[in-house]
């Protein structure tokens, strides 16, 4: 996972609420083994129309925001599907940041596992980003997750709360299996202990 | 009150707690791991990649669901090639990593969140994780089971526990009794139209109150189910007599002194009196009707009774242009009445809707009668043993004979990454939980109802009140 502390970016609006991972990356595109090349499928259903063509009223298909790292969306962001696939295509994409009121619980930790940065904003802040994003040329937004703040040029000055140990692990992209694999030793006799709790065992036959 | 009065999901968390390291996230330990075809692949081959095995393959289950077509003809032969692989996949990495396997033509194969309790492997007080979001179907045995990314699959796989930090509890009590034709599927989309696809975030959601106790397993199963669609973590009933019943002889419940023993743990499972919930919602049961969603979101839902909201009256812009652009996507005009929306397609089936129960339900509503001349209808059991006892039962000739497809198991049209979908602007009442643009197919219109509701709208070629159908049976 790549490390994460400060970015400095092309800021793109999505100006839509309760925004579904069937929407950010749709079924037909689940069936894949890999974890890479989902970019292109990023919102296949709004980027496309259904000859295959780009749909030019689609943000992310206008050119002013070609190359945007960072993405700002209406609240419930990611609701719905667990589908890891939902971040793996806003990173292969190009998005390191997301900015939204709130965001679905499960993509919550498959963004954090995949160095995206969520901050969540108030309603009004968004509302305020958005509106630059959309009228003023080439927006940039700077997220910093060591200071926990989203500014602009502009005098745009917000902090975001973030837990202090996901913040760890996205500044040093840092793998949990092998943070856990820390505790093996409490965790072989927990699970010694936990295993005589025969109504707790999957297969009791 | 006495600071030892616990909930439900407090004794189950407190159960699992590994360790607590200061300033982390707990690490849970994970009693069953569920998987499928769709989100498993990258998980096993992260395994493979850092040399890791996987710690307790006896807390593994795992089958196809998502891909598999459902008729007979489509499963000898997958014809999409990626879907095929996605499940050979499964099939060789359950062998190399000595995963058991209910592959496509197990008797035991079906939707993982209906085999889970048919086999009796989700148990009251487990912890349970799935790379899916319907995970909190479990909850209804009283275990706290959430829905999970790859990376956590392979994490659970790895180490058989996730970090996690504690979620709120939130208490929804529905009291009194459910009027006549009011469901289960019905109490759930209620309770998403009053708080919101965001008004659980962040909890865990615990069902109770009377109406609550009276539901069946199944129609536990279907409020737990939907959870998700209110933004919550997990759901849960506390375990009790309909529990224990529903559990005893199953293929992996314990026997004998042990299920004496397991039944004894279980009955300690319920909140405690006086027990503290970080919220609270109570609803009248008596005020509960028959519900058609009419939107792109579940939370989208209003009485079979009403018509179609008017976006004039949202209280701001951002919610107005969110109803237009729904309306506009469901071809459907403000205030024209549910009852007068026709349909062309009805799908029975799903994790929410597709056991037993279900099935029986939407029979007896369709019994002695036919499909509208303009519908195409599909029954798809969840798993093979609901299909095995549908049929020992006779309901696939009651659907036959009223012009229903009666299919294989699977998830089916629920998502339709197999071959059943939606064409674009075809309008189909559907018993699954998601109405997302595109879910069914892309431009597909969904509606979420209960099976009764799904059946009636199949035989009348649009929606019907449920509550006034003469049924036949
Ligand atoms: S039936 Fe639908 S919701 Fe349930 S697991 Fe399958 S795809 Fe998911």
């Given at each position: 996972?790549?490390?994460?502390?400060?970015?400095?970016?092309?800021?793109?609006p999505?100006?839509?609420?309760?925004?579904d991972?069937?929407?950010?990356?749709?079924?037909?595109?689940?069936?894949?083994?890999?974890?890479?090349?989902?970019?292109?499928?990023?919102?296949?259903d709004?980027?496309?129309n259904?000859?295959?063509?780009?749909?030019p009223?689609?943000?992310?298909?206008?050119?002013?925001?070609?190359?945007?790292?960072?993405?700002?969306?209406?609240?419930?962001?990611a609701?719905?599907?667990?589908?890891?696939?939902?971040?793996?295509?806003?990173?292969?994409?190009?998005?390191?940041?997301?900015?939204?009121?709130?965001?679905?619980?499960?993509?919550?930790?498959?963004?954090?596992?995949?160095?995206?940065?969520?901050?969540?904003?108030?309603?009004?802040?968004?509302?305020q980003?958005?509106?630059?994003?959309?009228?003023?040329?080439?927006?940039?937004?700077?997220?910093?997750?060591?200071?926990?703040?989203?500014?602009?040029?502009?005098?745009?000055?917000?902090?975001?709360?973030?837990?202090?140990?996901?913040?760890?692990?996205?500044?040093?992209?840092?793998?949990?299996?092998?943070?856990?694999?820390?505790?093996?030793?409490?965790?072989?006799?927990?699970?010694?202990?936990?295993?005589?709790?025969?109504?707790?065992?999957?297969?009791?036959? | 009150?006495?600071?030892?009065?616990?909930?439900?999901?407090?004794?189950?968390?407190?159960?699992?707690?590994?360790?607590?390291?200061?300033?982390?996230?707990?690490?849970?330990?994970?009693?069953?791991?569920?998987?499928?075809?769709?989100?498993?692949?990258?998980?096993?081959?992260?395994?493979?990649?850092?040399?890791?095995?996987?710690?307790?393959?006896?807390?593994?289950?795992?089958?196809?669901?998502?891909?598999?077509?459902?008729?007979?003809?489509?499963?000898?032969?997958?014809?999409?090639?990626?879907?095929?692989?996605?499940?050979?996949?499964?099939?060789?990495?359950?062998?190399?990593?000595?995963?058991?396997?209910?592959?496509?033509?197990?008797?035991?194969?079906?939707?993982?969140?209906?085999?889970?309790?048919?086999?009796?492997?989700?148990k009251?007080?487990?912890?349970?994780?799935?790379?899916?979001?319907?995970?909190?179907?479990?909850?209804?045995?009283?275990?706290?089971?959430?829905?999970?990314?790859?990376?956590?699959?392979?994490?659970?796989?790895?180490?058989?526990?996730?970090?996690?930090?504690?979620?709120?509890?939130?208490?929804?009590?529905?009291?009194?009794?459910?009027?006549?034709?009011?469901?289960?599927?019905?109490?759930?989309?209620a309770?998403?139209?009053?708080?919101?696809?965001?008004?659980?975030?962040?909890?865990?959601?615990?069902?109770a109150?009377?109406?609550?106790?009276?539901l069946?397993?199944?129609?536990?199963?279907?409020?737990?189910?939907?959870?998700?669609?209110?933004?919550?973590?997990?759901?849960?009933?506390?375990?009790?007599?309909?529990?224990?019943?529903?559990?005893?002889?199953?293929?992996?419940?314990?026997?004998?002194?042990?299920?004496?023993?397991?039944?004894?743990?279980?009955?300690?499972?319920?909140?405690?009196?006086?027990?503290?919930?970080?919220?609270?919602?109570?609803?009248?049961?008596?005020?509960?009707?028959?519900?058609?969603?009419?939107?792109t979101?579940?939370?989208?839902?209003?009485?079979?009774?009403?018509?179609?909201p008017?976006p004039?009256?949202?209280?701001?812009?951002?919610?107005?242009?969110?109803?237009?652009?729904?309306?506009?996507?469901?071809?459907?005009?403000?205030?024209?009445?549910?009852?007068?929306v026709?349909?062309?397609?009805?799908?029975?089936?799903?994790?929410?809707?597709?056991?037993?129960?279900?099935?029986r339900?939407?029979?007896?509503?369709?019994?002695?009668?036919?499909?509208?001349?303009?519908?195409?209808?599909?029954?798809?059991?969840?798993?093979q043993?609901?299909?095995?006892?549908?049929?020992?039962?006779?309901?696939?000739?009651?659907?036959?004979e009223?012009?229903?497809?009666w299919?294989?198991?699977?998830?089916?049209?629920?998502?339709?990454?197999n071959?059943?979908?939606?064409?674009?602007?075809?309008?189909?009442?559907?018993?699954?939980?998601?109405?997302?643009?595109?879910?069914?197919?892309?431009?597909?219109?969904?509606?979420?109802?209960?099976?009764?509701?799904?059946?009636?709208a199949?035989?009348?070629?649009?929606?019907?009140?449920?509550?006034?159908?003469?049924?036949?049976?």
């Amino acid at each position: 996972m790549e490390p994460f502390r400060t970015l400095t970016a092309l800021a793109a609006p999505l100006d839509r609420a309760n925004v579904d991972t069937d929407q950010i990356i749709p079924k037909q595109f689940l069936k894949r083994i890999e974890r890479t090349g989902y970019g292109d499928f990023l919102f296949f259903d709004w980027r496309r129309n259904a000859a295959g063509d780009p749909d030019p009223a689609f943000v992310l298909n206008d050119p002013r925001y070609k190359g945007a790292q960072i993405l700002i969306a209406g609240k419930n962001f990611a609701c719905g599907s667990s589908r890891e696939h939902a971040a793996w295509a806003l990173n292969d994409f190009g998005f390191r940041a997301v900015i939204a009121p709130t965001f679905a619980d499960i993509f919550f930790s498959n963004a954090g596992k995949n160095g995206i940065v969520l901050a969540r904003l108030t309603e009004e802040q968004v509302a305020q980003l958005l509106h630059n994003a959309k009228t003023l040329p080439n927006y940039q937004l700077t997220v910093s997750l060591e200071d926990q703040t989203v500014t602009d040029s502009f005098g745009f000055n917000a902090t975001f709360e973030v837990d202090p140990f996901r913040k760890f692990c996205l500044i040093e992209g840092l793998d949990d299996i092998g943070l856990t694999l820390r505790h093996e030793a409490t965790l072989d006799t927990f699970e010694a202990k936990h295993d005589q709790a025969g109504w707790l065992k999957a297969k009791a036959s | 009150m006495s600071t030892e009065s616990k909930t439900l999901f407090e004794k189950v968390w407190q159960q699992h707690v590994v360790v607590e390291p200061q300033g982390e996230p707990t690490l849970l330990y994970i009693d069953l791991q569920l998987l499928h075809e769709v989100t498993s692949p990258q998980a096993f081959e992260g395994l493979r990649v850092a040399g890791r095995k996987v710690r307790r393959s006896d807390r593994c289950i795992a089958t196809v669901d998502h891909n598999v077509p459902t008729t007979i003809a489509g499963r000898l032969h997958i014809i999409d090639q990626i879907a095929a692989t996605q499940i050979a996949t499964l099939r060789q990495n359950c062998a190399e990593f000595g995963v058991e396997f209910y592959d496509v033509n197990s008797h035991e194969q079906g939707i993982v969140h209906v085999i889970g309790p048919e086999l009796g492997i989700t148990k009251p007080g487990m912890t349970i994780v799935c790379g899916d979001s319907h995970t909190s179907t479990h909850g209804a045995l009283g275990a706290l089971a959430f829905g999970i990314g790859t990376s956590e699959v392979e994490h659970v796989l790895a180490t058989q526990t996730l970090p996690q930090s504690k979620p709120k509890t939130f208490r929804i009590a529905v009291e009194g009794e459910l009027p006549r034709g009011v469901t289960a599927k019905d109490i759930i989309l209620a309770i998403i139209g009053q708080i919101g696809t965001d008004g659980a975030t962040g909890c865990v959601v615990e069902y109770a109150g009377s109406a609550i106790r009276a539901l069946s397993m199944e129609g536990r199963m279907t409020v737990c189910n939907m959870s998700i669609e209110a933004g919550a973590r997990a759901g849960m009933i506390a375990p009790d007599a309909i529990t224990f019943a529903y559990l005893k002889g199953r293929r992996f419940s314990p026997a004998g002194d042990a299920w004496d023993q397991a039944v004894t743990e279980w009955s300690k499972l319920p909140t405690d009196p006086g027990a503290k919930f970080d919220r609270e919602l109570i609803i009248d049961a008596a005020t509960l009707v028959p519900y058609v969603s009419w939107g792109t979101s579940p939370g989208m839902v209003a009485p079979i009774t009403s018509s179609v909201p008017d976006p004039a009256a949202a209280p701001n812009e951002q919610e107005r242009k969110g109803l237009e652009r729904a309306l506009e996507y469901m071809g459907l005009t403000a205030g024209t009445p549910l009852e007068d929306v026709s349909i062309d397609r009805v799908f029975i089936g799903s994790c929410t809707n597709g056991r037993l129960e279900d099935l029986r339900a939407a029979a007896r509503i369709a019994s002695g009668y036919k499909v509208s001349t303009h519908v195409s209808a599909m029954v798809v059991p969840g798993s093979q043993a609901v299909k095995a006892q549908a049929e020992s039962e006779g309901l696939d000739r009651v659907f036959r004979e009223a012009g229903f497809d009666w299919r294989e198991p699977g998830c089916s049209m629920c998502l339709g990454m197999n071959p059943d979908i939606l064409a674009p602007g075809e309008r189909c009442a559907s018993t699954s939980n998601r109405n997302f643009e595109g879910r069914q197919g892309r431009g597909g219109r969904t509606h979420l109802v209960s099976p009764e509701m799904a059946a009636a709208a199949a035989i009348a070629g649009h929606f019907v009140d449920i509550r006034n159908w003469e049924v036949k049976a």
